[in-house]
C-alpha cells in the first residue's frame, strides 16, 4: 500500500469524534506483526499499538483519528478525498490525519530499534477528551509501560513545512469575576454604589495586564477580557452588579495564584467573588532534550530547514504527557486551514513528514 492510498484510506473514514467508523480495524490490520492494546471508555476508543525491539528507550508517535464535523461551505464531500493541483482535500488532511498516517507508514517500515516503539491513538481528542489520551496514560503507568519521549503529530508549521515544531504550550486559566453594589435611580446617584463606576478606574489595570514578561520560549501570560456586562440596558437604573469574564493563556512563570493576588490588591474593599478555573497547565520540554534536538536534527536534515522552537496556540493532548513528566515535542504538517470549510494538505509535506519521522528514529538507533 502506498503512502497516498494510506492516506486516502483514513481520510474515508467519518471519524467524527468520538467515533472511529472502522478506521482502528484497518489500523490494525495495517499494522500487522504489532501487538494491540485497547482502552474503551464510555464512547471513546484508544489504541496502543507496540513492537519491543529491545530494551533501551520507549520512543512514542502520539494522535487522534477523530476529527470535528464537516460544517458548511465545502465544495466536495469531505469524507471522499479529492485531488487538486498537487493538494488533497478532505477533513482531518492537516489535523491529523496526515500526521497518523506519516507515523504509521514510518513504523512500519522499522527493521530494527534498540528500545520499543509505540502509538498512541485516541478518538476524542477534538471533544473534552475525558476518556482519550489521558487515560490512555493513566493504563500505561499502571503497567508500568510510560514512554520515555512521544513525538504528536499535530499540525504545527505555520508558513513553510518545517518552520516549527513545538515544544511547549501555554496553560489557559478562565476566570469571572462579579463586583456588586447597590442598585438605584439613575436620577440619584448619591443613593446607590454603581458597579461600572466601581469599575471603571480599575479597568485600565486589569485590561490586557502582563503577570510576567515571557521569556525565549513564551510570550507574557496576559488578561485578555472576553465578556463585560452590568445594568438592566436601560438609561434610568445605576446598576448594582457586574460580570466580568476574562481569559489568561499562562507560561510557566504564571500561576493562578498569582492571578488570584493581583486582583484581590486591585479589588480592594470592594464587594467582589473571583472564581478561577485552570482549564490546562502549560509544559515545556528542555531543548537541551535528547528528544528536542533529535527531533530538530531531523527535520533539519531532511527538510533542509532550520525550525523554530514554539509554544504558540492553544492547547493540545501534548499537554498530557507534559503533566506526567514525558518529554514531548509536536511535529506536523501545515496549519492554515484546520477545523476550515475545504480543509486541504499538500501532498508532498505528507511525504516529507514520513520522511523526517523515519529519520527521528533512525537517529534515536544510532545515539
Ligand atoms: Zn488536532
Not at 507496540?50 to 461551505?73: M, N, Q, T
Not at 452590568?230 to 498569582?258: A, H, I, Q, W
Not at 501532498?347 to 545515539?367: A, D, M, P, R, T
Amino acid at each position: 500500500m502506498s503512502l497516498e492510498e494510506l492516506f486516502i484510506k483514513l481520510l474515508s473514514f467519518r471519524s467524527i469524534t468520538p467515533d472511529d467508523d472502522g478506521a482502528y480495524d484497518f489500523i490494525k490490520s495495517y499494522m500487522q506483526g504489532w501487538e494491540f492494546i485497547d482502552i474503551n471508555i464510555e464512547d471513546t476508543k484508544n489504541l496502543v499499538i507496540y513492537k519491543r525491539f529491545g530494551d533501551g528507550e520507549h520512543l512514542s508517535f502520539a494522535g487522534h483519528i477523530d476529527v470535528v464535523p464537516k460544517g458548511d461551505g465545502w465544495e466536495s464531500d469531505p469524507f471522499k478525498p479529492l485531488k487538486k493541483d498537487g493538494y488533497i482535500y478532505a477533513r482531518g488532511t492537516q489535523d491529523m490525519k496526515s500526521g497518523v498516517c506519516a507515523f504509521l507508514s514510518a513504523c512500519k517500515s522499522v527493521e530494527s530499534f534498540n528500545g520499543v516503539i509505540s502509538i498512541l491513538l485516541t478518538s476524542d481528542e477534538e471533544g473534552d477528551g475525558t476518556y482519550g489520551t489521558i487515560k490512555i496514560l493513566e493504563h500505561l503507568k499502571s503497567i508500568d509501560f510510560l514512554p520515555d519521549c512521544v513525538v504528536v503529530a499535530e499540525p504545527t508549521c505555520e508558513d513553510k513545512f518545517g518552520d516549527s515544531i513545538k515544544i511547549g504550550r501555554r496553560g489557559s486559566i478562565n476566570g469571572v469575576l462579579e463586583i456588586y453594589g447597590l442598585q438605584g435611580h439613575a436620577a440619584y446617584p448619591e443613593k446607590s454604589i454603581n458597579t461600572i463606576h466601581l469599575l471603571a478606574p480599575l479597568l485600565d489595570k486589569l485590561a490586557a495586564h502582563k503577570f510576567d514578561k515571557g521569556d525565549e520560549f513564551f510570550s507574557p501570560s496576559t488578561l485578555v477580557i472576553t465578556d463585560l456586562r452590568s445594568g438592566l440596558e436601560v438609561t434610568n437604573v445605576s446598576p448594582g452588579y457586574l460580570k466580568m469574564m476574562f481569559n489568561v493563556r499562562n507560561s510557566t512563570k504564571t500561576k493562578k495564584e498569582d492571578i488570584e493576588k493581583y486582583i484581590q490588591d486591585i479589588m480592594g474593599e470592594l464587594k467582589y467573588n473571583l472564581s478561577l478555573k485552570q482549564g490546562s497547565f502549560p509544559f515545556i520540554t528542555n531543548k537541551d532534550s535528547k528528544l528536542v534536538k533529535n527531533m530538530t536534527k531531523a527535520v533539519e536534515q531532511t527538510l533542509g530547514i532550520e525550525p523554530k522552537h514554539s509554544t504558540a496556540g492553544g492547547t493540545s493532548d501534548a499537554r498530557y504527557m507534559g503533566s506526567f513528566g514525558i518529554d514531548v515535542v509536536e511535529f506536523g504538517v501545515r496549519n492554515d486551514t484546520i477545523h476550515a470549510p475545504n480543509e486541504r494538505v499538500e501532498f508532498s509535506e505528507v511525504e516529507g513528514l514520513e520522511k523526517v519521522f523515519k529519520k527521528l528514529i533512525q537517529l534515536y538507533k544510532e545515539n
